[in-house]
Every structure is written in structure tokens, then in C-alpha cells.
């Protein structure tokens, strides 16, 4: 039998980054070594002819200023006019995920989902993104009332999480 080593357990009181959660659909730019470039949603590669809310038909648009992206996967989300909660958008925006890589030297077609937090992790901090949002609104469309939730990026576990402002239940009782 081959020896499985038992990971190392990441501490729950590290960095934290608290994003605007985004009701869009996912989106994968992604640029291989050899200049590849493919575009995805969550589940799968889609293409022009096979797309994902007019997300696949944008990225090849765009080709030649979201190869800036360099190397890699680039996720973000697809929202907008049409998609979702729509925002109060007369247009479709692309928005990457990772705030700490693109907050600057991004590609114009590019956005980036609002950060709301970093700092050590704390529920009550959460509680109160969320309720800041419910109460002010959407930071990625400013004006829009309705705004999703948040995601909670945990730094040390390399792992993220999501609440939304109307889940199961309100913001001011237990995160479960």
C-alpha cells in the first residue's frame, strides 16, 4: 500500500479577501504556453457557435487585448444586460476573479469584482460586508439595489466561499 501523506491544516484566523459576488455567468479565458487561447465557462470549453451568453463570441472579439492576460487560467464572471440580475446594464461586462493579480495592468476590456475586505478573518466582518451591501448597493454596478452576496477568498486554505445577502436567511443571523 502506498503511504498518503495527511495534508497540513490550514489556521482559520488568516487573511481573508472579501469580493462583491456577481450574479453573471462564469467565465475561463485561458492561454496556453504555445499562444493557445480557449474560452470557457464553468463546466466546460465553449466556442462562438457553442457559447455561453454571448461570452465565447466577446473573448475571440477581444482576442488580441485578453492575450495581455498572459499565461494561465484567468476566471471572472459574465454579467450584465441579459444575464442574471442584469444590473441595470445596457451592456455585458467581463470581470476576473483574482483581485490581488488584476487590481492594475489589466486589459481595458477587463474589469475586476469590487474587493471589499482584506484583514484576518472574522465572521462578524462578513455580517457586516454584507449588510453594507444590502443597504448601499451593488459596488460593481453603483445604483444597482439588488446586489448578490459576497465571496470570502481564505488566503492560508486556498479556498473560497460564498453567502448571499438573501439566502436562507438574513445577513444579521448565523453564517452557516
Same mark, same amino acid.
Given at each position: 500500500?502506498?503511504?498518503?501523506?495527511?495534508?497540513?491544516?490550514?489556521?482559520?484566523?488568516?487573511?481573508?479577501?472579501?469580493?462583491?459576488?456577481?450574479?453573471?455567468?462564469?467565465?475561463?479565458?485561458?492561454?496556453? !504556453?504555445?499562444?493557445?487561447?480557449?474560452?470557457?465557462?464553468?463546466?466546460?470549453?465553449?466556442?462562438?457557435?457553442?457559447?455561453?451568453?454571448?461570452?465565447?463570441?466577446?473573448?475571440?472579439?477581444?482576442?488580441?487585448?485578453?492575450?495581455?492576460?498572459?499565461?494561465?487560467?484567468?476566471?471572472?464572471?459574465?454579467?450584465?444586460?441579459?444575464?442574471?440580475?442584469?444590473?441595470?446594464?445596457?451592456?455585458?461586462?467581463?470581470?476576473?476573479?483574482?483581485?490581488?493579480?488584476?487590481?492594475?495592468?489589466?486589459?481595458?476590456?477587463?474589469?475586476?469584482?469590487?474587493?471589499?475586505?482584506?484583514?484576518?478573518?472574522?465572521?462578524?466582518?462578513?455580517?457586516? !460586508?454584507? !449588510?453594507?451591501?444590502?443597504?448601499?448597493?451593488?459596488?460593481?454596478?453603483?445604483?444597482?439595489?439588488?446586489?448578490?452576496?459576497?465571496?470570502?477568498?481564505?488566503?492560508?486554505?486556498?479556498?473560497?466561499?460564498?453567502?448571499?445577502?438573501?439566502?436562507?436567511?438574513?445577513?444579521?443571523?448565523?453564517?452557516?
Amino acid at each position: 500500500m502506498e503511504f498518503v501523506k495527511f495534508d497540513k491544516i490550514a489556521r482559520l484566523s488568516r487573511t481573508i479577501v472579501i469580493t462583491e459576488k456577481i450574479d453573471g455567468t462564469n467565465g475561463l479565458i485561458a492561454i496556453g !504556453e504555445d499562444g493557445e487561447f480557449q474560452v470557457g465557462s464553468r463546466n466546460q470549453w465553449i466556442t462562438p457557435e457553442k457559447d455561453n451568453a454571448g461570452f465565447a463570441r466577446w473573448a475571440y472579439a477581444h482576442k488580441d487585448e485578453l492575450m495581455g492576460l498572459g499565461v494561465g487560467f484567468h476566471y471572472g464572471e459574465w454579467w450584465g444586460q441579459g444575464i442574471q440580475r442584469n444590473y441595470g446594464l445596457k451592456e455585458k461586462r467581463f470581470s476576473l476573479f483574482n483581485v490581488s493579480r488584476w487590481s492594475e495592468n489589466r486589459p481595458a476590456c477587463c474589469c475586476v469584482v469590487p474587493t471589499l475586505y482584506v484583514g484576518k478573518f472574522d465572521t462578524a466582518v462578513i455580517v457586516e !460586508e454584507l !449588510e453594507k451591501l444590502r443597504r448601499d448597493g451593488s459596488k460593481a454596478a453603483p445604483g444597482f439595489m439588488n446586489p448578490e452576496g459576497v465571496v470570502i477568498y481564505h488566503t492560508a486554505g486556498n479556498l473560497y466561499f460564498k453567502k448571499t445577502i438573501f439566502g436562507d436567511e438574513s445577513p444579521k443571523s448565523t453564517l452557516a
